[in-house]
């Protein structure tokens, strides 16, 4: 029993590090691929047809999300339609306090590093694009944009996922 909750353990952890192993791209491209199967600590790719909430985010100029809070019940996968109305690059990125503040370091590190996750849209000025997330587990999670110096501008919201 203990040795199996040590192995659990180290397992999680490697799944949690293996989030910030950004393979280098020519070109982010968003072609149909099978859904990963990959737990993350919020949570893993959700299937379309499970969505059956679809919540609006629009990021700005502004170096805002609107709305900044949601509430998303533990099992439930959400449709986000992630919009950017402002004139510069934005993403949302889907993740833990700590996880995405290690990430906006890195991306302050290699500014032209591109990467692409399922819990994460990179969207350029005027576009929309999708995530969609099952958050599997009760808790506090966030999402950030990680375009460099906008996560220090306070460009993050809070998931609150409680039954
Ligand atoms: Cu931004």
């Not at 306090?97 to 692409?116: F, N, Q, R, S």
């Not at 999670?141 to 998931?159: D, N, T």
Request: aromatic letters at 8%; glycine letters at 8%.
């Amino acid at each position: 029993m203990r040795s199996a909750q040590v192995i659990m353990v180290a397992l999680a952890f490697s799944v949690s590090s293996s989030a910030f192993a950004h393979v280098e791209k020519g070109k982010a491209t968003k072609e149909k691929k099978a859904i990963s199967t990959e737990e993350q600590p919020f949570g893993r790719e959700g299937d379309p047809k499970n969505a059956k909430r679809t919540i609006k985010v629009d990021m700005s100029d502004k170096m805002r999300f609107t709305p900044g809070e949601l509430t998303i019940k533990p099992g439930e996968t959400v449709r986000f339609e992630v919009k950017n109305s402002g004139k510069i690059m934005h993403e949302m990125v889907l993740g833990t306090m700590d996880e995405l503040k290690k990430h906006a370091e890195l991306m302050k590190k290699h500014p032209g590093m591109e990467h692409d996750e399922p819990y994460m849209a990179h969207v350029a000025p005027g576009k929309t694009e999708q995530i969609v997330w099952q958050f599997t587990k009760a808790g506090e999670y966030f999402y950030g944009c990680l375009v460099p110096g906008h996560f220090e501008a306070g460009m993050i919201g809070k998931v609150v996922v409680r039954p």
